[in-house]
Every structure is written in structure tokens, then in C-alpha cells.
């Protein structure tokens, strides 16, 4: 989680957005701890028949608008802290989406890269087990995140469904097409973050054929960004993953290089005419970040633009796919130097809410086509990003500060209706 404390980064900017609003205090003072918390131990025999036992979180931060969603991250580096930051920024997006939710995420300490799958699937089923009484379709809703996939949702829902006695497929999105997933779900965040690209683009009259990106990680989010950019005509000129970074100022074959990573093959094997392959990480990452190009999309980790990198940024826009990737240090800079950063609560929205629909779906037993979903996406995310836009002209406020308004405004709302019990 690097050397910020997440949380705390994101109480910062609602104490910014509440002064701004002249937000009422006892809302406000609500607003900076999450509803509730649940800290549990996963203990899980190994394949070599000796037992680990985990740590795991579920954060239910706040429901006023409905009940709780978000994504179960696997990482070594998850803390309380971390988990708490990304349950307040899905309750802030689930209300800038205007979907009909509350914020959760849940986390368990782990390394899936020295696991088998069995392991996993124990570590999941125990988790889902041990996180039971707070879960549910009406209550929160489980879905993917960092280090876990389809599968990990299959198991969550399966778990749920043995102890309730029937299916429950509304328990978790992001699941299997088989078992009531829905089609786009998968793509659905990398989707959204080429509808919000090309809306910024237009706003801020760059013009999109042949604009140039560089894309910080290469998984569920930077991937299919990269690809669905690349259809609409952006160069993707450099990107960054775990093993390294990949350059080329022509651009790189998209196409190819999703094929190559989707095989398996490591980044240093992917060839072609002026790539330039960097095998270190942290040099890799400083290069992609300080690139002249019109758009830097962070896919990856919190906390990659710092005070320490954000006066060498020479990107014209920053689009936020990954959750919290830019400091509120960072972000002063950013504003001070006129780089406008569409934030993670806008930018990364379509995973969400693309998991509504899913959810919607799994409760109707009804299914809609691939159309309809990318349709009401695009409709979803383009009504959001005019909603802050809108605030961000009217109020002068940057666009991170434009949706908080937005999203605390709503959230506020839903608090004031719903009054106080008892
Ligand atoms: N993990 C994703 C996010 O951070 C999706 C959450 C969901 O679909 O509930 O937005």
C-alpha cells in the first residue's frame, strides 16, 4: 500500500469536498467511518497438510443509498486501512454512478501467485463462510478486484448457496457467464474507461484518432482499455506491468501484445519493430509516467502518483482506471499545473455498473444481450461524467472535488430522508 495511508488520503478530500458544500457536521462526521467493519481468520489446511491462518476483512462503509457493493481483493499488502479507503471510494462511486448503492470492499492477506488452486478455493469458501451474516443479495454483494476472478465469485456463490439450501446467484457479481453472469461484465471497467477517455478527449479538444496513451498495468482494467482504445484509434505507446515495461513510440501492436500476455508469455518475449523492453520495474514505471502524451490512464495500484513523480508528468490528461492511484500531494501539484485528472470514482465506474446490471439480472432470472448492456453502460457513465462535469464549470472545483461533491451530496441526501434511528 506504499507509504500513504489510503484512508486517510481519502477522509482529506472529504473534509475538502464537506467545507465546500458547507456540508451539514453530524453528516459529515458520519461520513468519515465506515457503518460497519468485520475482521475475520481464515484458518485453511494447505496442500502439504500443514495450516495457515489468514487475516480477512469485509467494510461495509456506508448504505444509505441501498445495499453495500464492492470487490474482494487477494494481495500481501491489504490492511485494515487500505480496505476502508476502498469501501468509502465504492460507496462514493456506486452514488456518482447513481446506482442503487451502498460502498463495501473486502480483502483478505495473502499471495495467490504461491498458491494452488485448491488453496484458493479452501481460502474462498472460508472467507464467503466467515463473512456470511453480513453478505447477501439484499445486503451486500460481493465482486472481483485484485487477484481474484469469475472463479473466486463461483466459489463465494456457491458457499452462500450450500448454507441458504437453494441458488443464489444474486450473492456476487462478475460471476461466470454459466451460472448467471452476465455478458460485458468482464470487460466492463476497461469499456467504461474508453467511453470516459474519449468524452475527456473531446472536452478537452485533443483529437482522438491518433492520440497517444501509456497505460500503467495490464490486467482486467489497462488490457482492455488498451483495446478498446485502440479500436477507436489511440496509440498505446508504452505500458507497464509487474515484469516491466513494453515502449514504442509508433505504438504498440495491441492486438498482438493482448494475445502474447493472454498466452502467458513473459513481456520480455514480446518482439516487434521499436520496442523497447524494460525489465526493471520501478525504472519502467518512473519512464511511463514522465511520457509526453495526451493520456496517462494508472490501471494498476493506490498511490503510484506521488509528490515525488507529479512534477514530471507530461501527460495532458490523467485518466484514473485503477482505484485512488494519484495522492492528495500529488493531486495539489496536478492542479497547480493545470493537468486535469478524471478521478477513479467517474473513470473506473463501469465495472460497477455493469455488476448492477448482473445483479439486477440474477434477481429477475432475466437475461438482456451484449448490446443492451453496453448500451445502458455507455448511458450510465456518460450521464455521470456530464453530472460532473457540469459541477466542475459551475463550481471551478477539479473534477476529483467536482464528483465528491456530486457523490457526498447524494449520500447526504439519502442520510437526511432515511433520518436517524431509533
Ligand atoms: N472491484 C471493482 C471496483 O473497484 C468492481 C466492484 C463491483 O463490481 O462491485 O469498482
Known sequence: MGKENSFQNVLNQLDKTAEIMNLNHNIHNFLRKPQRSLEVSIPIRMDDESINVYEGYRVQYNYA???????VRYHPSVTYDEIKALAALMTWKCAVADIPYGGAKGGVICNTKEMSICELERLTRRYTYMILPIIGPEKDIPAPDLYTNEQTMAWMMDTYSMMTGYSVPG???????EIGGTKGRS???????MFITRRALEYYKIPLKGSTVAIQGFGKVGSYAAEFLTEKGCKIVGIT??????????GLNVNQLLKHVRTGKPLSEFEGKNIEYVPNLEKANKQLLSMDVDVLLPAAMENQITHENANDIEAKIIVEGANAPTTPKADEILIDRGIPVIPDILANAGGVIVSYFEWVMSLQA???NERDVNLRLKQ???????????????KKVDMRTAAYILAVGRVARAIELRGLFP
Open 366 to 368: 432475466f437475461l438482456w
Open 187 to 193: 470487460y466492463a471497467t476497461g469499456k467504461g474507461v
Open 65 to 71: 443509498r441501498g445495499p453495500c457493493k464492492g470487490g
Open 380 to 394: 450510465l457513465i456518460l450521464g455521470a461524467f456530464d453530472s460532473v462535469l457540469s459541477i466542475h464549470e459551475k
Open 171 to 177: 450473492v456476487v457479481t462478475g460471476k461466470p457467464l
Open 241 to 250: 506491468t509487474v515484469e516491466g515495461g513494453l515502449f514504442n513510440p509508433d
